[in-house]
């Protein structure tokens, strides 16, 4: 049986993971910087949106094999703040595909490498991007 990758210590309502997600290999892995972060000093979320489409778009453009657009954020979840300093691992895994279009579930978490390397999942969302030809319009995804 493979071992439960997280505990609960329920620390105001966060979920203390003791891991990354086994088995899975992140997208992207990245350390914001002070130039990253509001005017409270905590890490602004239109970085973390950039991220999430940039490790969204991975999957995609492999998916596609060739460019893609954004069509569509679906959902987008900030369940808890990003540090400065955090490092930051975004996965982004195909849920689902049309006829030109892919759309990504990414989950990101933040390692508090200031904070006795605690990990926390701090946002979810999902979004929709579609095969683009050399005229920008809509191109039908390649067969598997
Ligand atoms: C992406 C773009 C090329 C699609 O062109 P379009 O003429 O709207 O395309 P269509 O209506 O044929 O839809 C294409 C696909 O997107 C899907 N789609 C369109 N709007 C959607 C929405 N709001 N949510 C989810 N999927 C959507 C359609 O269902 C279709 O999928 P399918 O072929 O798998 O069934 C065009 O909308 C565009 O250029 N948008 C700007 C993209 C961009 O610049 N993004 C970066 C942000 S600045």
Redesign the pocket.
Known sequence: MRARFFQHHNMSDTEILSSLPPGKNPALRVVPMPADANVHGDVFGGWIMAQVDIAGSIPAVERAQGRV????V?SFLFRHPVFVGDLVSVYADIVK?????I?VSVEVYAQRMRHSNEIVKVTEATL?Y?A?DDN???RVLPKV
């Open positions: 657009a954004t069509v569509a679906n595909t049309g006829r030109t279009s759309t929709t579609v683009t920008r319009q809509p």
